[in-house]
């Protein structure tokens, strides 16, 4: 069986931060202002029932020049879906962003990471790698703004791509500091396909 992307072996000083489940009405925004004040670009894996429900949210942050990635249409648990509810999963999102934004996504994340030889199957038709990294748990219950920030800044290296959530304002309150340590170590934020272009992918 394939196994998702974990990183990218590259020699440019680059790193990918990757956010989860958007577009949000109550933070996606906010993300755009503190992303452009910082000349960041991220990409967002978006669920295709939020863009239904906020496509004016989805097209700012599409024409922000972040890239867009498929994260399925409602966030299943997928290994437990028959075939053809995951082709729909995948497929509906595909077109869906493919009508909203003008192209289709390039890369996909499985909810929770889970994937099966179903998923691996229409993921092959589609002609999309399937992408993790490094997470630190933004989206637990417990997470703090301090935490957050220690947890996704040590032990950095070019090539890096970490999960966070667009949901999660501790992750936003964490931010700025996130981005200071990120430069301050001479790193640059990049979408996944700028960084995946820019070296070799390391599989999980």
């Known amino acids: 069986m394939p196994t998702p992307i974990h990183r990218v072996e590259t020699d440019q000083p680059y790193i990918c931060l990757t956010f989860d489940d958007g577009p949000i009405a109550?933070?996606?925004?906010?993300?755009?202002?503190l992303l452009a004040q910082t000349d960041s670009r991220v990409t967002f894996f978006d669920l295709g029932k939020n863009v239904l429900a906020e496509p004016e949210l989805a097209k700012e942050v599409h024409a922000a020049g972040h890239?867009?990635?498929?994260?399925?249409?409602?966030?299943?648990?997928?290994?437990?879906?028959?075939?053809?509810?995951?082709?729909?999963?995948?497929?509906e999102c595909q077109q869906l962003f493919?009508?909203?934004?003008?192209?289709?996504?390039?890369?996909?994340?499985?909810?929770?990471?889970?994937?099966s030889d179903y998923v691996w199957t229409v993921l092959k038709e589609l002609g999309l790698p399937s992408i993790l990294?490094?997470?630190?748990?933004?989206?637990?219950?417990?997470?703090?703004?301090?935490?957050?920030?220690?947890?996704?800044?040590?032990?950095?290296?070019?090539?890096?791509?970490?999960?966070?959530h667009t949901w999660q304002t501790k992750t936003l309150a964490a931010m700025p500091e996130m981005i200071r340590?990120?430069?301050?170590?001479?790193?640059?934020l990049v979408t996944i396909s700028e960084l995946l272009a820019a070296g070799q992918p390391v599989y999980v």
Do not use: C
């Not at 109550?26 to 202002?33: A, G, P, Q, V």
């Not at 399925?72 to 028959?82: A, D, I, Q, Y």
């Open 133 to 164: 990294g490094r997470g630190h748990d933004d989206w637990s219950p417990n997470a703090t703004v301090e935490g957050i920030t220690e947890n996704y800044t040590k032990g950095v290296q070019a090539g890096d791509i970490f999960i966070l």
């Open 67 to 91: 890239e867009i990635g498929n994260h399925t249409m409602s966030h299943p648990h997928l290994p437990e879906l028959s075939f053809n509810a995951v082709r729909a999963e995948l497929t």
């Open 181 to 188: 340590r990120y430069h301050a170590q001479g790193f640059q």
């Open 98 to 115: 493919s009508d909203a934004f003008g192209a289709a996504p390039t890369v996909f994340r499985a909810p929770f990471g889970e994937h």
């Open 26 to 33: 109550e933070t996606s925004r906010s993300w755009l202002e």
